[in-house]
């Protein structure tokens, strides 16, 4: 069965700083990958997703994901943080034998600080 | 516009009274699901549903249950509520393919007391 791991369960980062959000999942092929945020009070919104093809991917907000399948990780990442980016971010694996789950990983929540 | 409409938003309820969440989606998607969302747990998928009269147990199904008998709803069912059962809840909606986004609903905040 897949699974998902997010190291980090809370981040704090200044206003203007870089972001990077670990991500590893396990699969055993090639998954579909895909980066949720959620506000507070919100549901979920999808930043972006991978299928095939370019391993690096834009998404929404600035932000954009890597996959990389030698490390099994899809991590997120942002140049430079807005405050409006405080948030709990969630990675999620679906696989291809189960069309419509979602694997999620615990979230990391993002703090920014002025 | 796309959505997926969950009701109430908001519920408290006492342990064994009956209640049921709404969830409607207007995109014409085959796939729906359940999640629950619990701190350090992320989401976890309660029930799903590939099509009408056609649902399956997920990772964490004891406790509820659903039914789809029209596309577009999948009600969540807690027939007997316990406190174990505070919980954030989404619904999900998607097409009945592999890696297909989905989109969820804002979530009903469930307290049982």
């Known amino acids: 069965a897949q699974s998902v791991t997010q190291p980090d369960i809370h981040i704090t980062v200044s206003e203007g700083a870089s972001l990077e959000l670990r991500c590893n999942y396990s699969y055993g092929a090639t998954p579909y990958l895909f980066w949720y945020v959620q506000s507070p009070g919100q549901g979920l919104q999808l930043l972006l997703k991978?299928?095939?093809?370019?391993?690096l991917v834009q998404g929404i907000k600035g932000f954009e994901a890597e996959f990389k399948r030698s490390q099994s990780s899809f991590n997120l990442r942002k140049p430079s943080v807005h405050w409006s980016d405080a948030a709990e971010y969630f990675c999620?694996?679906?696989?291809?034998?189960?069309?419509?789950?979602?694997?999620f990983g615990a979230g990391t929540q993002v703090v920014v600080t002025p | 516009e796309a959505q997926v409409t969950q009701n109430p938003r908001y519920l408290i309820t006492v342990t064994g009274k009956k209640l049921t969440v709404t969830c409607s989606q207007n995109?014409?998607?085959?796939?729906m699901s359940w999640y629950r969302q619990d701190p350090g747990l992320g989401l976890r998928q309660i029930y799903y549903s590939m099509n009408v009269e056609v649902t399956d147990k997920g990772d964490v199904p004891e406790g509820y249950k659903v039914s789809r008998k029209e596309k577009r709803n999948f009600p969540l069912i807690l027939e007997s509520p316990s406190p174990n059962q505070t919980s954030l809840y989404f619904c999900a909606s998607s097409l009945n393919r592999g890696g297909t986004e989905a989109f969820f609903g804002q979530g009903t905040r469930l307290t049982v007391v």
């Open positions: 995109m014409n998607h085959e796939y």
């Open positions: 999620a694996v679906g696989a291809g034998d189960s069309w419509g789950k979602l694997q």
């Open positions: 991978y299928f095939s093809g370019d391993t």
